[in-house]
């Protein structure tokens, strides 16, 4: 990624903790978030609109980003001066803790390596204590979060009287939701294995619990994979990458494909998704058309998102796509006429390549980072689309 001028990925960062009076009421939660958000109105913060979580100050080329969750606050900025000014004053408004340089926050942990202008995440101890909860600590470790080819249906869903009692003690949605965070957090690798066991949680049988437990083994053998973000040589000219992939037909129950996106900033991926279509696509130009959507709608967020923090894109948004007749659909109007019966809601797309803001590019299935996002695949590929994914030992 081209670096923006005067806010490095080495810029300081702060992580505070308001201590609020009142607990567990709804009201007062919200009554103190209308305080929190007057505050920092007056300090001359501007809430950001795509994203009510985050604050944004700019003035005489200080810049502050500012996310809150909950009673966390996180201070990002090229001013390390203005940070302590900051802090200063919310502690004349709350009772509050500073916990110092940002290095744990909501489960994940942040390491720098400023010489290299890097950031990591990684959630290695979230990862042992998943295994240790669910008596996985010593397992052996695999290569794939799933079993390559591997198709997971209801009919494994338990049929008899013992099937289900065998399956009444295994906490099987406490292991998924657990993985679901993580998956969510800093793992896109996984994304698509936890969004398959997620179907299941209705009525999962003992091959879906298998699934999860080789999940957890892969989790093993890569509980140090870390979601690494520095300046990319081949990805400089653009200030974010995006791929998008689908696989038609996947689920083998309603013949619905898998929608797969991946957004990435530099070396590392700050944006994914992996979820079954809404409705049946009937060709594979169709799926890939319906997924690139999908993926466009994440960008223009994106895109939305870096103007309102300061970085406006002004050239196109490109996103990469292995399947050259939806990329000819998205470029040409004129062939819509054979996806004619789609919802006019999937048409956007190619107003948005007319008017220049996105861009489909042909890219081959072997360097198809999303490939990963739609389906179960063999080690070798796996690997190759984790690794641009940004995710490293």
């Known amino acids: 990624m081209q670096q923006p001028e005067g806010f490095p990925l080495g810029s300081p960062h702060k992580v505070l903790r308001l201590r609020k009076s009142i607990y567990g009421l709804k009201q007062a939660s919200r009554m103190w978030y209308q305080k929190l958000q007057s505050v920092l109105c007056e300090m001359g913060f501007k809430c950001v609109e795509v994203d009510s979580s985050i604050y944004v100050y700019s003035k005489d080329k200080v ?26 004053e919310l502690s004349s408004h709350f009772r509050l803790r500073d916990l110092g340089p940002t290095s744990f926050l909501l489960g994940i942990q942040i390491t720098r390596d400023r010489p290299h202008r890097s950031i990591a995440l990684c959630q290695r101890q979230y990862i042992l204590d998943i295994l240790e909860r669910f008596s996985m600590s010593n397992c052996k470790p695999v290569l794939t979060p799933m079993t390559p080819g591997l198709r997971l249906t209801a009919a494994m869903s338990p049929k008899s009287p013992e099937e289900v009692v ?14 679901l965070y993580l998956a969510t957090a800093t ?30 083994r892969y989790l093993k053998g890569t509980v140090d994979l870390k979601l690494t973000y520095a300046p990319s040589p081949s990805r400089s000219d653009e200030p974010f990458v995006t791929y998008t992939d689908a696989d038609h037909g996947g689920d083998p129950e309603t013949t619905r494909s898998t929608s797969g996106y991946l957004l990435c900033i530099g070396t590392g991926a700050v944006s994914w998704s992996s979820k079954l279509q809404t409705l049946v696509a009937l060709s594979t130009t169709e799926a890939e058309f319906i997924a690139a959507v999908e993926a466009g709608k994440e960008m223009y967020w994106m895109r939305n998102l870096l103007q309102e923090l300061g970085y406006p894109v002004s050239q196109p948004s490109v996103f990469r796509i292995d399947n050259q007749s939806a990329m000819s659909v998205a470029k040409n109007p004129e062939h819509h006429g054979r996806m004619k019966h789609l919802d006019m809601r999937f048409f956007w797309l190619r107003d948005a390549v007319v008017q220049n803001q996105l ?11 999303a490939d990963a996002l739609t389906k179960a695949l063999p080690a070798p ?13």
């Open 359 to 369: 861009t489909p590019e042909f890219v081959s299935t072997e360097d198809q980072a």
């Open 381 to 393: 590929k796996f690997k190759k689309c984790r690794d641009l994914m940004g995710l490293t030992s």
């Open 187 to 216: 793992r896109p690798d996984i994304a698509h294995t936890v969004s398959v066991l997620c179907r299941f949680n209705n009525n999962p049988g003992m091959q879906h619990w298998t699934a999860v437990k080789h999940l957890m």
């Open 63 to 88: 810049q502050v980003i500012l996310p809150v969750f909950v009673d966390d606050i996180t201070l990002a900025s090229n001013s390390l001066e203005a940070i302590h000014s900051i802090i200063t």
């Open 166 to 179: 065998a399956m009444k003690d295994i906490p099987y949605v406490s292991a998924v939701g657990a993985l």
